[in-house]
């Protein structure tokens, strides 16, 4: 039987008791609904020095993965899936008899299901979306908003969220239809209307609750707690989905809108403050519009523990040598930042986050012990490399809607001759990438000449990065076989619901772009005759890269970052600072996503309300036959040659020498099947002398 906190309607019903004898026999008294005209009793006395293990349990950027199933690859995949989560959240509920379930955002949008509730087939008004039809399944307390649900616009953000929106662009509140959302509040405390000037989700909730505790002769008694829950956002939002909420709302900073409400909160009764912040860390100078402003929200007074995500990163872990998690006041073992027990679940449901506060009661309240408290990351990857259970209910709740999806990936829409991958994109395979840069830059080329005269004449060139770089492991990466392509195909060769944007830009700003995603790599030392690696924390998708028989560079790793790119030329002559390009991108890179030199939006001169994968999509429909020699091997850049005393070395899946080879990479060898992590990947060498 799983022990967990009563409802509120329950806790009133023990009031009504106005017997501290009762608090032994709590769970007798069943949920009776209570009416306006109900006398509240005195709380029940708790004696001081009463004690309790209040559990934070953590999910974050699950991005609608609910499944142990790889959409684009049409397989399983028992490394990801919150119906495995779902198997150690049930075993935490067992574990403790206080729990809280909290979401910390990115929860709406990531997978091919997502977009065909989104975008193929929306759901209607009375429809509860597949994820959180999930997770009410699971009886979430509570959830934040993370960057990615902005991505579908917001008046579908507010009907699957059961919301109405105050802002310009949407029609008055009182004429929104109230649409199916979750069964738990979700609460987001930095994004405000326009209009109204106020939060358009409640800034936080207050969740009442019942705790089993220990009295300080050892008896077991149930007590109450209010626990304040708030969330935030990274305002970075205003960038990267402009288009649908610059004019219809603004953000705050994560300390300004702490600062607000955790005296709010307080003043309502809240005992222990639930900081839901979808970002990371960041010791930086503070500003209310950095991106990663959980370091700085922990310094506010009053908050007691903090899920952050956003990152795709586990936190606590001793090893972790991520920056973020190794800067002042950051314990990696205890799992605290500043002082405020602290997790981060990684990403996909690879893992649960567990929070174990320990709670004193004093003088009418409780208190957070720090001191005593823990945090720890739960994998859903046992230690034997095998994984737990599925929770069948999941795949029972949301078996029609994963039916539909995969009808809908299978689709036909061409053949290709090749096969296009990412596993060796970071050395200069670009067989999964052109065919995107392909159809971005003919989009944009088309557009210009029925719509923009102005630019003829202007070269047209595209980026693109790959979106699956292995982060993930061996099966993160982008893998279309040779053969018939469909739609899911193509939703593996660009993975994001971004739209096609185009900006104008000259030969500096080029070079300074290209140098930005050449922090991919870590400087080599030719000198050095231990094994160096090539890859750095960088995250592939923002290695952005060109693709054409007409441009060519190189990239220097032996150089120091913004010193790397050399012999940039278009049709074989040196690009000059001052020469002009039109360049295809999406909205995310154009509107200052990843921090790109000069991209902030001033340099669109077309924001495309069409989505980068339509846009793909339609280009292989018209292609049809793909070909390696016509879409597949115009590779744009190379490394500049040097010999190294030690071996360069990277990572992919392994295996898969003859594959390199037949994309032309042929500079690469295989030194162990296993780099040792349990994440499916090999380690490989690449000469840069070839």
Known sequence: MRVTFMATKRMRALRAASALGALGAVSAISITACSSSDIETPQPQVANGTKATLALLETTDIHTNLLSYDYYKLAEDKSLGLERTATLIAAARKEFPNTVLLDDGDTIQGTALADYQAQVAPIDCKTTLGVYKVMNLLKYDAGTIGNHEFNYGLPFLAQVTGSAF????????????????????????????AKSQQPIFKPYTILERTLTATTP????????????????????????????????????????????YVPEMKAKGAQIIVAMSHGGLDNSAYSPSMENGSYYLSKVPGVDAMLIGHSHQVFPDKNSTVTQFNLPGVDKVKGTVNGVPTVMANFWGKHLGVIKLALNYTNGTWTVDRNSSTAEARSIQNADNSYVAVDPSISQAIAAEHSATINYVKTPI?????????????????????????????????????????????????????????????????????????????????????????????????????????????????????????????????????????????????????????????????????????????????????????????????????????????????????????????????????????????????????????????????????????????????????
Do not use: H
């Not at 209010?226 to 960038?239: E, L, N, Q």
């Open 414 to 690: 061409g053949t290709t001759d090749f096969r296009m991958t990412t596993y060796f994109a970071d050395v200069g395979d670009v067989s999964a990438i052109e065919i995107v840069n392909q159809a971005q830059a003919a989009y944009v080329q088309d557009y210009i000449s029925a719509n923009l005269p102005q630019y003829a004449g202007i070269p047209v060139l595209s980026v693109s990065a790959p979106f699956k770089s292995g982060f993930g492991g061996g099966n993160d990466f982008t893998d279309v076989s040779q053969g018939n392509v469909a739609i899911n195909n193509a939703a593996d060769l660009y993975l994001y619901p971004n739209t096609i944007y185009a900006v104008k830009v000259t030969g500096a700003d080029l070079k300074a772009w290209l140098e930005t995603a050449a922090k991919r790599f870590n400087k080599i030392d030719p000198a050095n005759t231990a094994a160096q690696a090539l890859v750095s924390t960088y995250p592939g998708y923002n290695f952005d890269m060109i693709t054409s028989k007409d441009f060519s560079y190189e990239i220097d790793v032996t150089q120091a970052v913004g010193s790397r790119i050399r012999n940039l030329k278009y049709q074989g002559a040196a690009i000059s600072d001052t020469q002009a390009f039109i360049v295809a991108t999406n909205n995310y890179r154009a509107s200052g996503g990843g921090n790109f030199p000069g991209l902030d939006g001033s340099k669109t001169i077309y924001a495309s309300p069409d989505a980068s994968r339509d846009v793909l999509i339609a280009y292989i429909k018209k292609v049809q036959a793909i070909k390696v020699a016509n879409n597949g091997s115009d590779r744009s850049w190379r490394f500049t040659k040097v010999a190294t005393a030690g071996q360069v070395t990277f990572k992919a899946a392994p295996n898969l020498v003859a594959l390199a080879q037949t994309n032309g990479i042929t500079n690469v060898t295989q030194l162990q099947t296993d780099d040792g992590t349990g994440k499916g990947l090999a380690v490989y060498a690449v000469d840069l002398n070839q």
């Open 166 to 193: 105050d802002v310009p662009n949407m029609s008055p509140v009182a004429s929104q239809p109230a649409c199916a959302g979750p069964n738990f509040p979700l609460v987001l405390s930095n994004v405000l209307g």
């Open 217 to 260: 002769d050892g008896k077991t008694v149930s007590a109450p707690v209010k626990i304040g829950v708030i969330g935030f956002t990274p305002p970075a939002i205003m960038a990267w989905d402009k288009r649908w909420l610059d004019g219809n709302v603004y953000t705050q900073g994560l300390v300004e809108s702490a600062s607000k």
